[in-house]
């Protein structure tokens, strides 16, 4: 089976979902779609920076500094071989896969082109980046999505931030079949998670790290079980919860109930 990652290129949580996946699915990954930039509307990191007021003083620092940090290490990866890759790009490298770097939109004819002369049997996406009908009616194709619920609760952005924020008592990870409405193809794997922290960074880090096996035995099911057809892969779900980047009340229920974003530890983690 050929596969096609599609990954932003972050310094947090992705690469090690990544170098999860290269390992165990080796040959089978052909390429990579590289998200290295995203359109205002669709970016966190706008957004953040935007809505910087709302972080405590301690999380800008503890982000900003684990940031660093990361760059830093990756820098000593790429040129001197010390210690691991900490960038999803160094990753790659790493496994010497294919990079296509993809700007703002996938309706590009590179990407396309590429797809089609490639023999893709299955995407997965971990990305912020919509696909749009021109990639999504290439026929043959399994579009699988990886995002960090227990759909269909808290699709859309930012969902253990609205996990914390509505007091719900877990998250989770899904893998599920892409459409063109967002985070409601059927369900191929998932696992609901317990809310075990209020603290963002440490839930998206389990939520991450349990993605790699969750990813995989949905591969292995479509591999072995599954007859999915492009009908399938375009059935939409109904029974949808989705959220857009937060409000003020969003933003009030998560202070309430205990969220953070980062904390210390975190950082200490990081240099060590």
Known sequence: MKILLVVEETFFFHPKFVEGLCEQLQENIVGTLLVTKIPKKNSLAYYLVKNFTRLYLSEIIILLSVFIIK???????????????????????????KIIKVENSFDDEAVINYVNNNNIDLILSSNPLYFNKKILSLKNIIFLNRHSSYLPFNAGVWPVFYSVAQNQKFTGVSVHLMNNKIDSGVVIKQEKIPLFSKNLFDL???????????????ITKIKNKYKITNQLSHE????????????????????KNGGTFANWKNLFETIF
């Open 204 to 218: 998206y880090e389990i939520c991450f790290n349990r993605s790699v096996s969750i990813s995989l035995e949905s």
């Open 236 to 255: 939409v779900k109904n029974d949808i919860f989705y959220n857009s980047f937060p409000h003020n009340e969003d933003w009030k229920d998560f202070r």
């Open 71 to 97: 760059k830093i290490k990756d820098l000593i990866y790429i040129y001197f071989k010390i210690g691991n890759p900490q960038s999803v790009r160094s990753v790659l490298n790493k496994y010497k896969k």
